[in-house]
């Protein structure tokens, strides 16, 4: 069984940066794809980064250049660096991994980018 636990959430300034970071109870690395969700106020959930098992990430058009997803300490957590935020990318965001689909969820932690 896999837990996921986001932290690092919090209120920013327009133009700041956040790094959420993802911890899981379980084995993870070099196992499950792992995948980074927002879900703005009032919208439904979507995805913005993805890392695979070979460490080949992806990003959504809307952060990339600004968000980095990455896990580099084979520590089973798996972190996203935010630059530049805007009032836009105000949301909860969650991690989730992926055996076949996106099977495990985190609980989100808030993020607001004030204006």
């Known amino acids: 069984q896999v837990q996921l636990v986001e932290s690092g959430g919090g209120l920013v300034q327009t133009g700041g940066s956040l790094r959420l970071s993802c911890a899981s109870s379980?084995?993870?690395?070099?196992?499950?794809?792992m995948g980074w969700f927002r879900q703005p106020p009032g919208k439904e959930r979507e995805w913005i980064a993805t890392?695979?098992?070979?460490?080949?990430?992806n990003y959504a058009d809307a952060v990339r250049g600004r968000f980095t997803i990455s896990s580099p300490y084979a520590n089973n957590t798996v972190y996203l660096q935010m630059n530049n935020l805007k009032p836009e990318d105000t949301a909860v965001y969650y991690c989730a991994a992926s055996e076949a689909g996106w099977e495990y969820w985190g609980q989100g932690t808030q993020v607001t980018v004030s204006s």
């Open positions: 890392i695979a098992v070979s460490g080949a990430t």
């Open positions: 379980g084995s993870i690395f070099g196992r499950l794809r």
